[in-house]
């Protein structure tokens, strides 16, 4: 595929995942005067598509009656819907996408999506499964910024039919755009895994809010309740979605969490100075070795970009 | 009292919180050429107090045995011990304080040392119970930086003999340091809520570490994983005194927060997305109302610092 400067990249939804995207490809792709590539973006929020108009980070826009018309012209598209969506729009266009097109998706759930791939996948169309571990606990185009997706987490899961040319095109353009460490893994692997660092902290965030007794408490806040709820700031229909579309991986790891709190809640009760002492020292060292896992970025770009 | 600036400073014991107050001390109120005012500081850690001086943090250093002979000489103290050693320490020196003079100190659970008073209070020396909400997850003088108060809260527990001049002088002082919210209060009510806002989080925080797999997780992480789970690089000791001085406050809490845990869960379980976006919805707004809770500082700076 040609250098990431001179591509059609289409964004099918302009809201916080696809704003970021399209903003950061903008300021880190398709700059300088010599870009000959393009960013076409639709959404069935007009005030979103305007807003990227005049601020210059796509070069033209599209109602949802026009989907069919703008993937004729992208040669990468980012789908940034909800799960359910995404699967309904790979389905109901999958004829339209041009023909050596890379197709990616935001979802943060992939089972429903990958088992649906035998109803999607096309020869001459490679769809590149992806999670970008990144986010903000404010929602839409207004607050999408080109930056949020600096030194975070991408997850990338391969199938048996992805082009590696594809791949490696693929793990060097989120890695232009400021991802630092790429992960390759299994649709499963993914569901778990995310069920326990995002989802079930979602969750524990929120039901922590809720057991608040009233919102005067953050007088008595010194970071620690702030920070551990932030993200309950929620999106709630999206939430619910990623919630019940991963329902069985986030009730195992809920109740391994409720386990847990279980044997320290047990420490506590009985006064057991020793024993807890143990625990949290163990949880310090546990905890200080994830801050060290080392940096895994995988593959090269083929085109060096800065 | 005098102004700010013309005052002795001492510190008893010299971690991160003793320092970080040294340090925001030195840099504020004792920072031009006409500061007449000191630090002077007592450790049981020798090389706490040698860093000190090398960085012209403190103008004096103490060993422990030196601590009537400091005492002696300091306008106000800052007690920066676990909460058990401060109650030891104001019961043991409580004849050697200068007459006049203004204690503090900075233990994280109240009752204990509120209902300890009738065997420290001296009628000329004021003893003025606070508790600075900021912190960091690293120990020690070296980690200490006199920025952490800033824009932070700081809840007063004033008694029946405190003067109002001395705690008017206390809330500016505390202000002039960095503290944008100081919150008066009853040791009861600040056990209470601490037991919420802090214990409760590094419970919580130490449970969703004890439950990870494996600590190569964060390669999977968005950074809620990371924000949840920062504090639990916990300093062992000091939080096992702290839960289990305020026992009976924490179980109750933890019990809320399960009971809430557990309502989210059942929504999970039998897949309701209708209560569980809800129930989420519920928890957006209750956590927006907090984050707009509006700055309350009482009292006005009766010497204006800058």
Same mark, same amino acid.
């Given at each position: ?15 916080l ?14 700059? &300088? ?30 109602? #949802?009656?026009? $989907? ?15 799960? $359910?969506?995404?699967i309904?729009?790979l ?10 097109s ?19 996948l096309?020869?001459?169309? %490679? ?10 606990e ?6 999408s ?26 793990? $060097? ?11 390759e893994t299994?649709?499963?692997?993914? %569901? ?25 408490? #953050?007088?008595f ?5 702030e ?7 929620i ?16 009730l ?13 809640t $047990?420490?506590?009760?009985?006064? %057991?100075?020793?024993?807890?002492? &143990? ?23 083929p085109?060096?970009?800065?």
């Amino acid at each position: 595929m040609d250098n990431f400067s001179n591509l059609v990249y289409g964004f099918i939804g302009l809201g916080l995942m696809g704003g970021s995207f399209a903003k950061a490809i903008r300021a880190k792709l398709l700059a &300088g005067p010599a870009a000959a590539g393009k960013i076409l973006a639709l959404d069935s929020n007009r005030a979103a598509l305007d807003a990227a108009m005049e601020r210059g980070v796509a070069d033209e826009v599209f109602g #949802t009656d026009a $989907a069919a018309t703008m993937l004729k012209c992208c040669d990468v598209v980012f789908i940034c819907l909800y799960p $359910a969506k995404t699967i309904e729009f790979l389905k109901k266009y999958r004829d339209d996408f041009k023909s050596g097109s890379v197709v990616s998706d935001i979802s943060g759930v992939k089972a429903g999506l990958i088992e649906a791939l035998p109803g999607i996948l096309r020869d001459d169309v %490679d769809f590149i499964s992806g999670h970008p571990m990144a986010g903000n606990e404010k929602e839409g185009f207004y607050y999408s910024s080109g930056c949020i997706f600096e030194g975070r987490n991408y997850i990338l899961i391969p199938h048996a039919a992805n082009k590696p040319e594809n791949l490696a095109f693929f793990k $060097a353009l989120t890695g232009a755009l400021g991802f630092s460490r790429i992960t390759e893994t299994d649709y499963a692997s993914h %569901d778990h895994k995310v069920a326990f660092t995002s989802q079930l902290c979602h969750v524990i965030a929120s039901a922590l809010v809720e057991s608040a007794e009233d919102t005067e408490i #953050t007088a008595f806040g010194g970071g620690s309740f702030e920070d551990l709820t932030r993200i309950a700031m929620i999106n709630a229909p999206l939430w619910t979605e990623l919630f019940l579309a991963n329902r069985g991986e986030l009730l195992r790891h809920i109740a391994a969490f409720e386990s847990s709190l279980k044997k320290i809640t $047990a420490l506590i009760g009985r006064a %057991d100075g020793e024993g807890l002492c &143990g625990y949290l020292e163990a949880v310090r060292l546990k905890r200080s070795a994830m801050s060290l896992t080392e940096s895994k970025v995988t593959g090269e770009p083929p085109h060096p970009q800065k």
